[in-house]
């Protein structure tokens, strides 16, 4: 291998040596101590928001079975074998239809000895009214008479009435959702027989806190969804009542949604139907960031970016809270830049850059 001359490498160090000094003392990248100053930027670095109208109403979200606001249970009015039933579950009735008939012969057998009995009456009365004519008896006898004449036509409607209720009938009109006996058993006074859903009006009833009801009235439009028609069709129901007193032992209010007729399925009683009902309407109204809101004894203020890139504080005045906002009500317009962060860390009439900016409407 040929060495180089000593001199030749002398000459290639002290190059080497020179040339950072002349990169950094005169080349084209260096910067002057005016420069340095003129491109460093100037105030604290604060994120803002800028003051929009903003929704801060308070929702409620509930879930109850659908209802039907007519349902009833069918009783017997008296005890007997049934003898027919002519109905089902799932068939509809019409008012006064009959549903079943019940086995009546022992009271037909009391009605007709009844109807003997009154006649009986009838005759001996007859007769005592002309011994009274002729003043063969007082009119003691005669008023005793009438009076069992009077018993005997009460006998007669008490046994008229209990055939009657060997009929069972439609009380509404509706279908019929239960039937709790069959034909041949036997069924005691008062007991069921069917239920009975009048499925022209269904509703969803369901609880509320005293708290939340305040806003609400009868007649407000209420968005409904139901589970078994999926979450893309929205029933307009309407609030249809407030029941006047809580529940004893939840301490709820019950409200009563009246839902209409939907073409696309038909609604089953039970299936599960949800709504958000707004209990407490604020839209369109200014907000903050509540982190924005600062406290003292004279009450609430925020620090506003003003024209000049300098803190400025501001006195506002506060409404409620919803999440991470706070609304506002007074001191301040929409489009203002408010601080996100904690007034009581600024100072006012600071020089301050705006690095990041929020929408209070977002």
């Not at 022992?106 to 003997?116: C, D, K, S, V, W």
């Not at 309407?238 to 529940?247: G, N, Q, S, V």
């Not at 019950?254 to 009683?269: G, H, K, N, S, Y």
Request: proline letters at 5%; a negative charge.
């Amino acid at each position: 291998m040929r060495r180089l001359p000593n001199l030749n490498v002398r000459r290639l160090l002290a190059l080497l040596a020179v040339s950072p000094l002349v990169t950094a003392c005169g080349g084209p990248s260096a910067v002057t101590p005016s420069q340095a100053s003129t491109a460093a930027p100037r105030g604290l670095p604060v994120e803002v928001v800028r003051v929009a109208p903003r929704d801060l109403s308070r929702q409620v979200s509930v879930s109850a079975p659908v209802e039907a606001l007519h349902h009833i249970e069918v009783a017997s009015q008296i005890a007997g074998v049934i003898t027919l039933l002519e109905v089902e579950a799932g068939d509809r009735v019409e008012k006064g239809a009959v549903l079943a008939t019940l086995d009546v012969r022992e009271t037909r057998a009391e009605l007709a000895r009844a109807r003997a009995l009154l006649g009986e009456q009838q005759v001996n009365l007859e007769r005592l009214e002309k011994l009274r004519a002729r003043n063969y008896i007082d009119e003691a006898s005669l008023s005793i008479a009438k009076t069992g004449l009077a018993v005997a036509q009460a006998e007669v409607g008490l046994w008229e009435t209990r055939v009657s209720f060997g009929t069972v009938r439609a009380p509404i009109s509706g279908i019929v959702t239960a039937r709790y006996f069959e034909p041949g058993e036997a069924i005691a006074q008062h007991a069921p027989l069917l239920a009975l859903a009048d499925f022209s009006q269904l509703v969803v009833r369901f609880g509320l806190s005293e708290l939340d009801v305040a806003g609400l009235e009868a007649g407000d439009a209420v968005p409904v969804t139901v589970d078994a028609l999926g979450p893309e069709v929205t029933l307009p129901g309407t609030l249809r009542r407030i029941m006047p007193a809580t529940e004893s032992a939840s301490r709820l209010v019950t409200l009563e949604v009246a839902l209409p007729d939907t073409d696309r399925a038909p609604l089953r009683l039970g299936y599960l139907a949800r709504t958000t009902l707004v209990v407490d309407r604020r839209d369109n109204v200014l907000a903050v960031p509540i982190s924005s809101v600062g406290l003292r004894a004279g009450g609430s203020y925020v620090m506003v970016v003003n024209d000049r890139n300098q803190l400025q504080q501001r006195e506002v005045e506060v409404g409620v809270s919803r999440g991470n906002w706070r609304e506002i009500t007074g001191g301040l317009a929409a489009g203002e830049a408010v601080v996100t962060s904690s007034p009581a860390d600024l100072t006012a009439g600071e020089a301050v850059r705006i690095v990041r900016e929020l929408d209070a409407s977002a």
